[in-house]
């Protein structure tokens, strides 16, 4: 599986840990291991931009994905396929005031960011109750899962 993260802001964020929870993510939702995934971190200008022109949406948001090629998750009996998942664009200023208004660290808010914006390009949405239910289930499992994994929250 290749994962690049690549942090174009100012922000000192550990890139290797979020490459390393793309990839359990990844693994446990069953993506090839062929998969090719890109994690950008960028700044509130060039956020703002990305959410004008793609969501026509004022100012920054916290995530924004681009699906590649149409990867899903397999069902129990399919097998994986190999492809582009995407890119997910992470902005870390929106983070840090998101995170201090939920009273947590700004790592675990980028880690709950990352793994919202892999849903968004396998095909997840919440837009209606019964999609948000599901999303956002799995995004707590899936989050869940990463922190007895790695040790804890921060």
Same mark, same amino acid.
């Given at each position: $599986?290749?994962?690049?993260?690549?942090?174009?802001?100012?922000?000192?964020?550990?890139?290797?840990?979020?490459?390393?929870q793309a990839r359990f993510v990844l693994d446990r939702l069953r993506i090839?291991?062929?998969?090719?995934?890109?994690?950008?971190?960028?700044?509130?200008? =060039? $956020?703002?931009?990305?959410?004008?022109?793609? $969501?026509?949406?004022?100012?920054?948001?916290?995530? #924004?994905?681009?699906? $590649?090629?149409? #990867?899903?998750?397999?069902?129990?009996?399919?097998?994986?396929?190999?492809?582009? #998942?995407?890119?997910?664009?992470?902005?870390?200023?929106? =983070?840090?005031?998101?995170? #201090? =208004?939920?009273?947590?660290?700004r790592d675990d808010e980028l880690a709950l960011l990352l793994t919202h914006?892999?849903?968004?390009?396998?095909g997840y949405d919440h837009a209606e109750p019964d999609e948000h239910a599901?999303?956002?289930?799995?995004? =707590?499992?899936?989050?869940?899962?990463?922190?007895?994994?790695?040790?804890?929250?921060?």
């Open positions: $599986m290749t994962i690049e993260v690549v942090n174009e802001t100012d922000v000192d964020v550990d890139v290797e840990s979020l490459g390393a090839h291991p062929q998969a090719e995934l890109s994690v950008l971190l960028v700044d509130e200008a =060039a $956020m703002t931009e990305l959410h004008v022109r793609w $969501m026509n949406e004022p100012g920054p948001t916290d995530v #924004l994905s681009f699906p $590649m090629d149409e #990867l899903r998750q397999p069902q129990d009996d399919e097998e994986p396929e190999p492809g582009m #998942l995407g890119d997910v664009v992470l902005c870390p200023q929106v =983070a840090v005031r998101q995170s #201090l =208004a939920a009273g947590h660290h914006g892999i849903l968004h390009l396998i599901e999303m956002f289930g799995l995004q =707590a499992r899936l989050l869940a899962e990463w922190v007895a994994h790695s040790g804890g929250p921060r």
